[in-house]
Each structure stands twice: as C-alpha cells, then as structure tokens.
C-alpha cells in the first residue's frame, strides 16, 4: 500500500453482524479491526453482535514511518460488542483504541454506538490508551451509551521521540453510562482528559493509573460534589 492509503485487517459496516473473532493474529495499517467507516443505507444495517477475543493485535515495526497508522481497534458505527482477552501492540500514532461515533459521509445520522464492553485485554507499547466520542462532531448522529472498560492492564502509555500521542489513558467527550473500572495504567500523560460536552453517567472507580501530567483534567470545576462522584476508590 501507498503510505496515504489507509489499510484494515479486518472491517465491516453494513450489515454486519453476528460476528465471531476468535483466536486469530491481526496486522492492518490504519486499523487492525473496524466496525463503521462508511454509512449503512438503514439503521437495520449497523453492524451488531460482534465478538472478538483472544487476538493479537499488532504492526510490526517495519511499517513504522512507512504506512498511515490510527488505532488498533475502532469502532464508528455498531451495537453490542464484546472485545475480551486480546492482546494489543505497536500503534505509535494516537490511541490504541478509538471508540468514536461517526456519521461517515453524512447520510447515517442514526450512526451510534451502543452496548459495549472491553474487558479483560493487555495493551503493550502505544502512545495513548482510548479516544471516546460519544457524538459525531462533525455531522448529526446517535449518541454512545453503555459502554464498559474493565480489568485492562495498559503497560505502557508514553509520549517521546518515537510516539505520536501524549501518553493519555482516557480522553472523552459526550457520551452516557460510561464505566471504567478495576484497570491498571502506566500513563506518563493525564489520566482523563475530558473535552467539549462531558459524558453523561461517567463513573471512573477502582483503578490502578500513573498521575501524568494534569492527573484528571476537563473544563469542569474538578472539585465540585458531581465531579467528584464520577470517581471513586482510585490510587494514583
């Protein structure tokens, strides 16, 4: 591939559904695994029912500099999906997962993404752990909802010579019934950063996260009796 192309392992976006991933080693240059990215004619065709677990996820080192690379697991457009017990390695530019709703050519504003879980994964040498964005910024679509992160290790999350990113573990925006508990980060950079409309029902408990550089940041007073009930039992 040309190095402005972008390439996928494995993608799906109209009709998918009731899919099994299982058990499999996955290269892609853009993104390793994708549900969405172009719009399904109806509603009835967002992918849906997908399952992926006990996967490597990964691009070699080779490609580095060489192909367009984004994410290693992305979602745009889908409705209830378990993602657990993959391994995931290697994305040097931006986050090794990318949960964001996207109306991609402006024809699918039911284009949401509901009733997800990752669960139970390793993520090893990438510059920023998840990107959330709950609405399409830039065109009318669903809203995310229900969307769980629990018992992931994240080794090692790092801005520096050799990654594009800032080391984050969470950055969102917009969204409802948001969960994220019981993970272990090794962040150099924040530990949330929320921007544009903050999530709705966001509860961030019982994680393991390196302070980095503004600990959990947002345009919200992080003091106030809300903001401090969206996190519970942390160490930083």
């Known amino acids: 591939a040309y190095p402005s192309e972008e390439t996928q392992g494995i993608c799906g976006w109209s009709g998918t559904r009731n899919v099994s991933i299982i058990n499999n ?12 990215g172009a719009d399904p004619n109806s509603e009835d065709l967002v992918p849906r029912d997908i399952e992926i677990r006990g996967n490597h996820l990964s691009k070699p080192e080779a490609w580095k500099k060489k192909v367009t690379t984004k994410t290693l697991f992305e979602l745009k457009n889908a409705k209830k999906v378990k993602f657990i017990g993959n391994l995931l390695e290697n994305n040097w530019e931006g986050s090794a997962f990318r949960i964001t709703v996207r109306n991609q050519d402006g024809t699918a504003p039911f284009s949401t993404i509901e009733d997800v879980e990752i669960r139970d994964n390793i993520i090893r040498n990438v510059a920023d752990g998840i990107n959330i964005l709950g609405r399409d910024d830039g065109q009318k679509s669903g809203t995310l909802r229900n969307l769980t992160i629990e018992n992931n290790l994240f080794l090692d999350l790092r801005a520096g010579p050799e990654m594009d990113g800032t080391g984050y573990f969470i950055q969102a925006a917009a969204g ?9 980060a090794f962040n150099t950079g924040n530990i949330v950063t929320f921007y544009a409309d903050i999530p709705a029902n966001f ?17 919200i007073d992080m003091n106030s009796g809300p903001t401090k009930s969206m996190f519970s039992n942390n160490l930083f």
Do not use: C, L, Q, S
């Not at 080693?25 to 969405?36: D, K, L, R, S």
């Not at 509860?203 to 345009?219: A, L």
């Open 25 to 36: 080693y996955i290269e892609g240059g853009a993104e390793n695994i994708m549900f969405g």
């Open 203 to 219: 509860v961030f408990r019982d994680n393991i996260v390196g302070h980095g550089n503004y600990g959990i940041h947002g345009p």
């Open 176 to 184: 409802e019934n948001i969960t994220v508990a019981n993970n272990t």
